[in-house]
């Protein structure tokens, strides 16, 4: 079974707006690290947070990790076109495992 | 660097046909990943590599499935003989580590098999 679950699993917004995707996890986990991918190419990592992290930024990105509640949450705040992809949420210690993503659509 | 080299980037073929799906991590990097992306089961690990070494192949779905990577600068995933089902995209990543480190994928090989 897949380890993380993002929610929602679709979401379409207005440029300028803000995005946030959901992910949930069953297990304990030491990282959680957040890909993008755009259609027909490959994930690329955004950001990476660790299990005695609570929130983390890189530019417009907010990452944010409830451990307690085993979930992370993530913002993309001023939202472009090129903005649009699937987000995938990523655990694991040895190994990551990927939930099914939130496929991002951001209208000009 | 160029990243994550795969190869072909399109293969179409009959069923039972052989399929083999090339890869070039990038220079440096201990740990190679080959993964499938499907809409039904989304992005599955199937194996991973370090420096060379087959670590975990209990992803691999079925025998007709076997990777290779005779060295540090080339993999190879190969179905024989292929069935519909296998139809997916195929990815390649590669890192310096497992815990704490990202991964860098190649932009996968979609396979479709007639």
């Known amino acids: 079974s897949q380890q993380g679950e993002e929610d929602p699993q679709a979401l379409s917004i207005q440029e300028g707006e803000n995005a946030t995707m959901n992910c949930s996890y069953k297990?304990?986990?030491?990282?959680l690290q957040w890909y993008r991918q755009n259609s027909g190419r490959g994930l690329v990592h955004l950001i990476l947070i660790r299990s005695n992290e609570r929130e983390k930024h890189s530019g417009r990105l907010r990452v944010t990790l409830d451990t307690s509640k085993k979930s992370s949450s993530l913002l993309i705040t001023a939202s472009r076109a090129a903005d649009t992809a699937s987000y995938f949420c990523?655990?694991?210690?040895?190994?990551?495992?990927f939930g099914k993503g939130t496929m991002l659509l951001v209208s000009p | 660097d160029a990243g994550v080299i795969q190869s072909p980037r399109h293969e179409v073929t009959e069923m039972g046909q052989e399929v083999t799906l090339r890869c070039k991590p990038i220079?440096?990097?201990?740990?190679l990943f080959w993964y499938r992306q499907t809409m039904m089961r989304g992005l599955e690990l199937l194996i991973y590599?370090?420096?060379?070494?087959?670590?975990?192949d209990s992803g691999m779905p079925e025998d007709r499935f076997s990777a290779k990577m005779p060295n540090a600068s080339f993999s190879t995933l190969k179905i024989q003989p292929s069935e519909p089902r296998d139809s997916a995209v195929y990815f390649c990543?590669?890192?310096?580590?497992?815990?704490?480190?990202?991964?860098?994928f190649g932009p996968g090989t979609r396979l479709t098999v007639l």
């Open positions: 990523a655990t694991g210690y040895s190994t990551l495992t």
């Open positions: 590599f370090n420096n060379n070494v087959p670590i975990d």
């Open positions: 297990t304990s986990i030491n990282n």
């Open positions: 990543a590669s890192s310096l580590g497992t815990s704490y480190h990202e991964q860098f």
């Open positions: 220079s440096g990097h201990d740990y």
